[in-house]
């Protein structure tokens, strides 16, 4: 698995949106039990930290010892720094495995393998995503230069899964139907440009380039913005549910 994001694991924490609430109680509502839920590639918890919400404790991993570094904690959540791909739990561990926004890293056939290794027989496997943001048509047309014309020979080939949505990643579960959910949020612009600093295309930018495509287009970025201080931005979410 590539760790793309140990270098900026402060501004990941600062700056990744989070989930809905309402996305995580429907998960859990469906789950069988909420003894044992494990957040694979945690990054900085932001899921594990919903998760010990409505689970009596969650096991949380990552690559990055960096992302751990940052995440929030809690006593019902367990970090350990280790690969989707070869988990040290013992069989038939958990109620729920999660994976947000990090699915498209693995390799599919190790990581399912965990899956089915790990997950009790009536458990519960949720791989969630969001695609590109969105806020208005000015603001937004910056960002789409940003991100399909300036990054787009240095984003990594796993991208092509967050454009498509999930809908072509592999998944040998019967799936279970999920509602729509949306990330909706209000930022300002220092948040935005925050945001839009994570993204691994403008790491690999600057490491070959040495300068930082977000400055670059940070004028025309703040003329579109214009005046009002908070603007309303929102991520479409994408789910894939299913069972063993």
């Not at 932001?46 to 409505?54: M, P, R, T």
């Not at 926004?101 to 790990?118: E, K, P, S």
């Not at 399909?148 to 990643?169: A, F």
């Not at 005046?227 to 309303?232: A, D």
């Amino acid at each position: 698995m590539k760790d793309n994001f140990s270098k900026t694991a402060g501004l990941y924490a600062n700056y990744r949106p989070l989930f809905p609430v309402d996305l995580f109680e429907h998960i859990a509502k469906i789950c069988n039990h909420r003894i044992a839920a494990w957040d694979c590639g945690t990054g900085n918890g932001q899921v594990a930290i919903q998760l010990a919400n409505h689970f009596q404790h969650v096991y949380a991993t990552d690559i990055s010892q960096n992302q751990i570094d940052n995440a929030y904690w809690d006593d019902k959540i367990t970090y350990e720094v280790e690969a989707a791909e070869s988990c040290s739990f013992p069989d038939r561990s958990f109620d729920l495995i999660m994976v947000a926004q990090a699915v498209h890293w693995f390799d599919f056939d190790l990581f399912y393998a965990q899956v089915n290794r790990t997950l009790k027989k009536d458990g519960l496997l949720a791989i969630l995503g969001y695609g590109l943001i969105r806020i208005d048509e000015k603001v937004d047309q910056v960002i789409s230069e940003l991100y399909k014309n300036t990054l787009g020979p240095y984003w990594d080939s796993e991208r092509k899964y967050i454009d498509e949505e999930y809908k072509t990643i592999p998944f040998p579960y019967k799936q279970i139907d999920a509602p729509d959910f949306t990330i909706s949020l209000k930022w300002n612009a220092t948040q935005l440009l925050g945001y839009l600093n994570t993204w691994s295309a403008v790491q690999h930018y600057l490491k070959e380039k040495k300068e930082n495509p977000v400055d670059l287009i940070t004028p025309k970025l703040m003329k579109a913005w214009g005046k009002e201080p908070i603007k309303k931005i929102e991520f479409p979410v994408f789910i894939k549910l299913g069972r063993l």
